[in-house]
């Protein structure tokens, strides 16, 4: 982490706020802040972070309605923080493109630990000056691996950028069978709380988003209930 990296930091209650300013901080990012969705989402605007803490829980919008509006411009990272216990709420977040999520309480070594590895991974830029390079992963997949999209049949599959990482790291060694600790590995960059749930929770999103594009979810099979493989036949 460097002071080139930018975060911003939503959350309602000040003591929560004040811990992940000073964290962050601390660690070299310049840090901005916000208390509302509302206000999180003009401050996104302007400084363009690299990386959003976001709180489940605020006073004027439920956070998984900012991350769906922050979606549309900005492909920062977000962790989801939420004080809540039922995992619906963390599938909820991640689902509308929440990258990775922190349950309350927290420690600032958690922190650094999950900002440290999404801002090792390549941040999506709007633009490549190198022209696209496009893989065919087979059973009608296309892959760009300089802007980050993909399609499938012809359809584009709007897939956040953690969502890609993984299906590209899937894609890479068809017939292969990954666990989730290996994909954890070349995906996040580390080892993550609950990180079984995190992999199934993106696994799931690129097979609804697959069936959307009229596909089926075959490609990405589930061998032994703990792994994947990605299979175009």
Not at 92 to 121: H, I, T
Request: aromatic fraction near 4%; hydrophobic fraction near 40%; charge should be negative.
């Amino acid at each position: 982490m460097t002071p080139s990296h930018r975060a911003l930091v939503v959350d309602d209650d000040p003591n929560v706020r004040d811990l992940l300013e000073h964290v962050l901080g601390t660690a070299g990012l310049e840090v901005s802040s916000a208390e509302t969705g509302e206000e999180a989402l003009v401050t996104a605007r302007e400084v363009q972070p690299d990386i959003v803490t976001l709180d489940l829980s605020l006073p004027d919008m439920d956070g998984t309605e900012v991350c769906r509006r922050l979606r549309e411009f900005s492909n920062a990272y977000v962790v989801m923080i939420t004080g809540r216990d039922a995992e619906i709420d963390r599938l909820v977040g991640l689902e509308v493109g929440a990258d990775d999520y922190m349950a309350k309480p927290f420690s600032p070594r958690e922190v650094l630990a999950r900002v440290s590895a999404l801002l090792r991974r390549p941040r999506l830029e709007p633009q490549s000056a190198a022209p696209p390079s496009v893989t065919d992963a087979g059973g009608g997949l296309l892959m760009d691996t300089a802007s980050h999209t993909a399609s499938m049949g012809g359809e584009p599959l709007p897939l956040t950028q953690a969502e890609f990482d993984l299906l590209a790291a899937l894609a890479s060694q068809p017939g292969q069978v990954r666990d989730r600790e290996a994909i954890v590995r070349e995906v996040w960059q580390g080892d993550f709380i609950e990180s079984d749930f995190l992999v199934d929770v993106h696994v799931a999103n690129i097979r609804r988003k697959l069936r959307r594009a009229g596909t089926g979810t075959g490609v990405i099979r589930t061998v032994g209930g703990s792994a994947y493989v990605f299979d175009p036949a």
